[in-house]
């Protein structure tokens, strides 16, 4: 099973600056690691897939790098609607074992 | 507009049986994958289980594997997840989950339902 760490597991951000999230397998997942946001009480959102290719209606802030084993979420500029807790998962071994990383909560400083 | 609306949660005595669905619109159901994640209070995401489009493939997390099926009425638009000998451990919003591209069934997920709330106690 490939396991998922994220870092730093909380964030504490002013609103407009950056915020830089860490995500890494413990294999090789290539370049199939996505991230999402959740808001309380809300369902995860889909913003980044494939590494680094935003996902539609996510704003150009947000930016995804990364591949092999280590990934990063950038939010180059932090806006309100933006404190929430981020997952990365990645979608790459077979016989399909989905896994997610503990997620990091970005929160207001 | 694609919409997934999961029902069927509540309050289950340990070792009961369950069964949440997640009706499914907007999008040509039976080409696409979908997949149960849960979310114990307070926790993180775990995936449990995933269908093909088909319905002919299916895989579950070892945590569920013997207490759970996942099925699907393409002719309903419906996913199901029967849960049997229900645990403490499975209290959890259970999220459907869309696959983001058809007929492949290791993709990520492009929607998802609101939840469900499954409550295991005595």
């Known amino acids: 099973e490939i396991v998922m760490t994220q870092s730093p597991a909380t964030l504490s951000v002013s609103p407009g600056d950056r915020a830089t999230l860490s995500c890494r397998a413990s294999?090789?997942?290539?370049?199939?690691l996505a991230w999402y946001q959740q808001k309380p009480g809300q369902a995860p959102r889909l913003l980044v897939y494939?590494?680094?290719v935003r996902a539609t209606g996510i704003p150009a802030r947000f930016s995804g790098s990364g591949s092999g084993t280590e990934f990063t979420l950038t939010i180059s500029s932090l806006q309100s609607e933006d404190f929430a807790v981020y997952y990365c998962?990645?979608?790459?071994?077979?016989?399909?074992?989905?896994?997610f990383g503990p997620g990091t909560k970005v929160d207001i400083k | 507009e694609v919409q997934l609306v999961e029902s069927g949660g509540g309050l289950i005595q340990p070792g009961g049986s369950l069964r949440v669905s997640c009706a499914a619109s907007?999008?040509?159901?039976?080409?696409?994958?979908m997949s149960w994640v849960r979310q114990a209070p307070g926790k993180g995401l775990e995936w449990v289980s995933v269908?093909?489009?088909?319905?002919?493939?299916?895989y579950y997390a070892d945590s569920v594997k013997g207490r759970f099926t996942v099925s699907r009425d393409n002719s309903r638009n419906t996913l199901y997840l029967q849960i049997h000998s229900l645990r403490a451990e499975d209290t959890a919003i259970y999220y459907c989950?869309?696959?983001?591209?058809?007929?492949?069934?290791?993709?990520?997920?492009?929607?998802w339902g609101q939840g469900t709330l499954v409550t295991v106690s005595s």
């Open positions: 494939g590494a680094s």
């Open positions: 998962q990645q979608y790459h071994n077979w016989p399909p074992l989905f896994t």
């Open positions: 907007g999008f040509a159901f039976s080409n696409y994958a």
């Open positions: 269908i093909h489009g088909s319905g002919g493939s299916r």
């Open positions: 989950a869309k696959a983001a591209t058809p007929y492949d069934i290791l993709v990520y997920f492009d929607y």
């Open positions: 294999q090789s997942v290539s370049s199939n």
